[in-house]
């Protein structure tokens, strides 16, 4: 009852700050269809300029915001139960930030790694991974944390089975020295259109429904404050739609994009420029206006090169990374520890020198692509160090102390220095060289949920009717898979909400 009467009182702040806006006709006791479309009702004692009154056009069982990775898969559950199940994205395209990601995504004991010989069973590997997770103290709720982690192999398993989402073949990278914890999309690196496409389609074809160009910016609430609706704006038309829900999902992303939120929360990544200008954080702000809660808002997410596809490369063939001035600086063979390192050291920026074992090898699709689509900041093919060192505007005589120390770590089957463990390979001419640049791409803070996803407010009490997922909450983990497995959570969850 008490937080209740709390919510009640925080929605007038809400609403006077047009946060979330009570339907009108809702309060009048009209009927879900929305004949309150003319907005006033009869106890209406005023208006906020510049919002218009509540007035439905479509009615919808699970209503989700953002059609990217975890909003896709938060539909699939609902949508299996024959659920009506509708997608909702600002933008004029599907897929959010997934589409463009470079794909990389852990997974245990997925179908795909069996059939390849690869045995893991994710409940056994939770068991090691909780206590990493407790040392580090970031997780708030151990069950969620365990369900999304689970369920990413289910995730994997159902999308290749029942929606025939491609992963590329374990095969082409299993014996090469590359994890085999890594499931890539059907082309490798950069294809994340092989895994979300055919997920969309199916999607559609059992039934759910996508609306594009809606920018979702207010819950709509009933007169005891429950939200029954999304209002949203036509992009293109720029004049407001009102969409009513049985239950509402918030896959809407981070915030890294939010120079605002990103200076207020995470001021050490504020000065780094966005890769996007996607992540808005707008799902969180409407959560909060209707009395949720941000949780580990500051927690340091890390960094990622402009190239973030080429930042992956070291996963999968050998690569040295240099500093301006020609320099080792980092172990290779973790895609984020080069942008994060060249951060902390001011660098500016660094180069991924690599050779025919990165062009031939299992991410060839990928690195054609890059070679070609960033050739500006390609060199090579270069004959020999001095002719790279020269096309890198670097003295060659330090690329060159950098080869044969690096060399010197190769023959002695260790990385004294940074640590490299995988493909610990000496390169050979001809050389290639892409120059990257340090950004901000993803974040972790996101909103409080209970264990089924539910949207809760400060005293940890759900808010009816409104699930997250995905980078808009703070445990997802904010990386592909996790973020697939938070969307299965929020799908059950509503499933099981709308069956009770
Ligand atoms: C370049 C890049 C490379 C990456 N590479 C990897 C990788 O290899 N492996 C990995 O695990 N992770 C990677 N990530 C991170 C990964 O992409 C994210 O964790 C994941 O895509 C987030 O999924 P999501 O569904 O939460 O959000 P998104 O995929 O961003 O989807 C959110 C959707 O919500 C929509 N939306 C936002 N606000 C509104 C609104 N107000 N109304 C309606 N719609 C709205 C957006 O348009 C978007 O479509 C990468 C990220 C980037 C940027």
Redesign the pocket.
């Known amino acids: 009852m008490k937080a209740s009467m709390d919510r009640r009182s925080f929605l007038k702040a809400a609403i006077a700050s047009g946060a979330v806006i009570a339907a009108s006709g809702t309060l009048a006791g009209c009927s879900p269809s929305g004949n309150a479309a003319s907005g006033s009702s009869s106890n209406a004692s005023g208006q906020v300029a510049g919002t218009a009154p509540v007035s439905f056009s479509e009615e919808t069982d699970v209503l989700i915001?953002?059609?990217?990775?975890?909003?896709m898969s938060a539909a699939m559950d609902p949508v299996e139960a024959g659920y009506r199940v509708m997608l909702?994205?600002?933008?004029e395209r599907?897929?959010?930030?997934?589409?463009?990601?470079?794909?990389?995504?852990?997974v245990t004991g997925s179908k795909m790694q069996k059939d390849a010989g690869i045995e893991g069973d994710p409940e056994e590997k939770w068991k090691a991974y909780q206590p990493v997770l407790e040392e580090k103290g970031e997780t708030d709720d151990m069950d969620y944390k365990h369900n999304v982690y689970v369920y990413q192999t289910e995730w994997a398993d159902r999308v290749a089975a029942d929606y025939g989402a491609v992963f590329q073949p374990i095969t082409d990278y299993m014996d090469t020295g590359a994890p085999t914890s890594m499931l890539l999309p059907g082309n490798g690196?950069g294809d994340m259109q092989a895994v979300l496409t055919p997920l969309q389609k199916g999607l559609e074809e059992k039934g759910a429904t996508y609306k594009l160009n809606?920018?979702?910016?207010n819950f709509i609430v009933d007169g005891d404050g429950t939200p029954i609706g999304v209002r949203?704006n036509d992009e293109k038309n720029d004049k407001p739609v009102d969409i009513r829900a049985k239950k509402i999902v918030v896959?809407?992303?981070?915030f890294s994009c939010n120079q605002e939120m990103v200076s207020a929360y995470l001021p050490s990544q504020a000065r780094l420029g966005p890769?996007?200008v996607?992540?808005?954080g707008?799902?969180h702000q409407?959560c909060k206006a209707l009395g949720g809660e941000y949780a580990h808002m500051d927690m340091e997410a890390n960094r990622?090169s402009d190239l973030?596809q080429v930042t992956?490369w070291g996963y999968f063939s050998p690569q040295v990374q240099v500093t301006p001035q020609g320099r080792r600086f980092i172990k290779e063979d973790q895609s984020h520890d080069s942008p994060d390192a060249a951060v902390e050291l001011g660098l500016g920026y660094w180069w991924t020198v690599f050779d025919d074992q990165t062009v031939n090898g299992s991410q060839k699709w990928n690195v054609e692509m890059n070679m070609k689509n960033n050739a500006d900041r390609l060199v090579g093919p270069c004959d020999s160090l001095d002719e790279l060192a020269a096309a890198m505007d670097i003295p060659a005589s330090t690329l060159k102390e950098t080869f044969a120390s690096y060399d010197a770590s190769v023959a002695a089957g260790e990385d004294a220095e940074f640590g490299k463990k995988l493909f610990l390979n000496s390169l050979s001419a001809p050389y290639y060289a892409m120059k990257h640049f340090p950004y901000r791409?993803?974040t972790h803070g996101g909103m409080k949920i209970a264990t089924d996803s539910q949207l809760t407010d400060k005293d940890g009490a759900p808010i009816p009717n409104v699930y997250c997922?995905?980078?808009?909450v703070a445990d997802?983990g904010?990386?592909?898979?996790p973020?697939a497995g938070s969307?299965l959570v929020t799908g059950k969850a509503v499933v099981a909400a709308l069956k009770a």
């Open positions: 915001l953002g059609t990217g990775i975890a909003g909702v994205d600002k933008l599907v897929g959010g930030e997934s589409f463009i990601a470079c794909g990389v995504m852990n690196i809606l920018r979702a910016t949203f896959a809407t992303g981070g890769l996007t996607n992540s808005m707008e799902g409407m990622m973030a992956v791409y993803k997922c995905g980078s808009t997802s904010s990386d592909l898979a973020n969307g």
